[in-house]
């Protein structure tokens, strides 16, 4: 019988030992006990009852009882009771009334091997959750720091990492390639993630995080952790190469210089903890086009056009220079463009030049087609910056007739031919518009264009309500970080080259008309 006193005074030891070992409450331990008691009693008494334990913090005294409500008449005499028969039980009619719940005393139960049995697992489980619990608490502040354990063991690729009293576990994708750990290694590495989970590991680290380096460097050099120079952006191929912007709040130190150190030492001291990761130390600079020229060094920039409304720069260089600016399987310019968060197209001279002849004719032969003039007319026009029938729509007659070689009444002429084009254009949307069965309160939203409704359609925005519930991200497009990994999100109407606030704008409109 589990009251007998040594059973009791046995049951607050394992209980006490238990709490001590994994580092949890004392109280968790002892409700999983009286869950695990309560679990068991019910195979003696049957389930349908409702039945607490109580287990005495002082005593160890088990008290078992049956929870009945008092109704008028009963119908389930497992869990109901009538007024009469529970004032017997309490030896007190007037405290009592319909509704209230009695406790009904159990004898003390002797448990058999299935009972105890059930209850083991019942404690089992509630001191693990109570541990993952703990683990999650004692670690989530710890989210985006560096920890340092040992390889307690490997599966499948994966390390465990002991912590002292938790386990964590760098997988093999969050390894740096090449690095082979061993039982029994100490390893650093970056706590990127911690969740509570059900089952496995809460706790995940990682050595490939461009986060991990940034880190490395708040630990060598001194300046850093004190906030004079701030790591910008950083960029990794673990194991191989990375690149790191920092800048200097004192005008009177050099950021460069401090995250090298002395004879190299410190920047040495984090390409060691990295396997022999070489490391490019980048000035930032507000200047993006200085900035592209650092971080494609060693390579010779010529020319540098950047596109800050699509975020993508053109960078122009010599042929000798091009292998330079790529780097071995386009690892240069890739760490680069994820460093500035700019897509970096590499250009030669003679590539430049060709590409530029082939959109001036293509935008020749556009104004040539739509507008019914010659083709030194439309040379013309395009070597005078305009780049679509739009633009000279817009224009006063007075402005195109400042070009040398178009007069007035040309001037006047080509409008009236980019007004029929327009309208001629705006028809043929229109009737795909409806095909495509796009509403008209998302036609007549103010600030779309007929092209931009037609992507949308064919996107299957087709409603003023579908285009408030998108976020400008969507229309614009942008980028998204999973793991330290930049990666692109193209958005529906990124070719229209809309600003972040006019994608605000639109959305913020149309919301205000569906949700008002």
Same mark, same amino acid.
């Given at each position: 019988m589990l009251n007998q006193r040594s059973d009791k005074v046995e049951l607050l030891r394992i209980a006490e030992a238990v709490a001590v070992e994994k580092s949890i409450d004392k109280e968790i331990i002892l409700s999983s006990m009286e869950s695990a008691i309560q679990k068991a009693a019910k195979t003696k008494f049957g389930s349908e009852n409702d039945i607490r334990a109580k287990i005495d913090r002082e005593s160890g005294d088990i008290s078992l009882h049956k929870v009945l409500t008092i109704v008028d008449l009963p119908e389930n005499l497992d869990t109901e009771i009538s007024l009469e028969n529970a004032a017997k039980i309490k030896n007190n009619k007037e405290n009592i009334k319909i509704g209230d719940e009695i406790f009904e005393e159990l004898p003390p139960v002797d448990f058999g091997r299935i009972a105890a049995q059930t209850a083991r697992q019942v404690i089992t489980q509630s001191v693990r959750a109570a541990? =993952? @619990? =703990?683990?999650?608490?004692?670690?989530?502040? #710890?989210k985006g720091e560096i920890l340092s354990g040992i390889v307690k063991r490997l599966e499948y690729g994966n390390a465990i990492i002991d912590l002292n009293r938790s386990e964590a576990i760098l997988r093999k994708e969050e390894s740096i390639p090449r690095e082979i750990l061993k039982t029994g290694? =100490?390893?650093? %590495?970056y706590c990127y993630d911690v969740l509570r989970e059900t089952k496995g590991q809460q706790i995940f680290l990682s050595r490939a995080h461009p986060k991990f380096m940034e880190k490395l460097f708040f630990q060598e050099v001194p300046e850093i952790y004190d906030g004079i120079i701030e790591i910008k952006s950083s960029a990794r191929d673990p194991g191989s190469r990375a690149k790191i912007c920092v800048n200097s709040k004192d005008s009177s130190i050099d950021p460069v210089g401090a995250c090298v150190g002395m004879r190299g030492s410190r920047v040495q001291s984090i390409v060691n903890e990295l396997s022999g990761e070489k490391i490019d130390i980048v000035h930032w600079s507000?200047?993006? %086009?200085?900035?592209?020229?650092?971080a494609l060094a060693p390579a010779?920039? /010529?020319k540098v056009i950047i596109d800050e409304q699509n975020r993508r720069i053109e960078v122009i260089l010599t042929e000798e220079n091009l292998s330079k600016a790529i780097g071995r399987r386009g690892q240069n310019v890739r760490l680069a463009s994820k460093l500035l968060n700019y897509e970096i197209d590499i250009?030669?001279?003679? @590539? +430049?030049?060709?590409? =530029? /002849?082939? @959109?001036f004719k293509d935008k020749t032969e556009i104004f040539v087609k739509n507008l019914e003039v010659d083709e030194t007319l439309g040379q013309l026009l395009v070597a005078e910056g305009f780049s679509t029938i739009e633009e000279i729509f817009k224009s006063l007659p007075e402005e195109i007739s400042k070009i040398e070689g178009i007069d007035?009444?040309? %001037? #006047? +002429?080509?409008? +009236?031919r980019a007004k029929e084009y327009l309208d001629k254009e705006k028809e043929n949307i229109g009737k795909k518009l409806k095909d495509l069965g796009v509403d008209e309160d998302l036609i007549n939203h103010k600030g779309l264009t007929p092209g931009m409704l037609l992507t949308l359609g064919e996107k299957k925005i087709k409603t003023l309500k579908d285009f408030a519930e998108l976020a400008s991200d969507e229309l614009i497009g942008g980028y998204d970080e999973k793991k330290g990994v930049k990666y692109k999100i193209d958005g529906y109407l990124e070719e229209f080259a809309l600003t972040k606030s006019e994608a605000d704008d639109l959305?913020?409109?149309a919301r205000n008309i569906i949700f008002k």
């Open positions: 541990e =993952r @619990e =703990r683990q999650y608490n004692d670690f989530i502040d #710890k290694d =100490r390893v650093k %590495a507000e200047d993006v %086009a200085s900035l592209v020229v650092s010779e920039i /010529q250009l030669t001279e003679k @590539e +430049e030049s060709e590409k =530029r /002849q082939l @959109e007035e009444s040309t %001037a #006047k +002429e080509l409008k +009236e959305i913020i409109n």
